[in-house]
């Protein structure tokens, strides 16, 4: 069991913070914000994470049967990767044609390493992936104005709608129920730091040169 008092979700959210702050801050977001960001340079935005996502998703699902913590918290229907490929397809963008950017590359890296070394440090990428949904009804709608979109090409952004709120009580409920050591705990906060890192990463290897 834990030995600390403070639950590890909440553990996450304070020790991430200033990580989080800095990828809000990234110069990509805010042009991406004030609608100087192409469309085309949205898909390749999704394109990137779509690598990401499926390097993850890939490593979670292989690793249920041998980490009771990720088999408790991660549900399929919190995986991206359906969501990414359909707004890819409305975008036009040839999926097989993708190439992963240096940044990408790193992080898809991390997580394989995660998932042989320590599986259970899997479930701090997945905290911030999953977790970037939280705002992302507002971010579709910001979106849909630039891009003068409808419901397409937003599903990753805003994939839940109303049920968003839930599904996160749920991933929260459920790893805090998890009997996670002080270890593990270190270890799902790290990553979670690490994919923190490598987000703004990416976001610098997609700013135009």
Known sequence: ????????????REATRPMHD???????????????????????YLGQLLLVHQALESSLESKRSSCDAVNTSVQELQYQV?????DLKFLNVNVDSIKAK????????????????????LLGFHYVLFGSKNGGRFIAQRVRE????????VRYMD?????????????????????????DQLAIVESAKTMFVS???ILSDLIPQ
């Open 159 to 183: 994939p839940y709608g109303d049920q968003q709120r839930k599904y996160w009580q749920d991933f929260k409920d459920q790893m805090n129920a998890c009997a996670l050591s002080e270890a």
């Open 22 to 44: 800095a990828a809000e801050a990234h110069p990509f977001q805010k042009a991406f914000f004030s609608g100087a960001l192409p469309k085309d340079e949205y898909g390749q």
């Open 199 to 201: 987000f703004g990463e």
């Open 102 to 121: 240096p940044s990408t590359e790193k992080i898809i890296a991390r997580i394989n390493e995660a998932a042989e070394k320590n599986p259970v440090s």
């Open 82 to 86: 359906p969501f990414l490929m359909e």
């Open 1 to 12: 069991m834990s030995t600390t008092s403070q639950s590890v979700m909440d553990r996450l």
């Open 146 to 153: 630039i891009y003068s979109l409808s419901d397409k090409g």
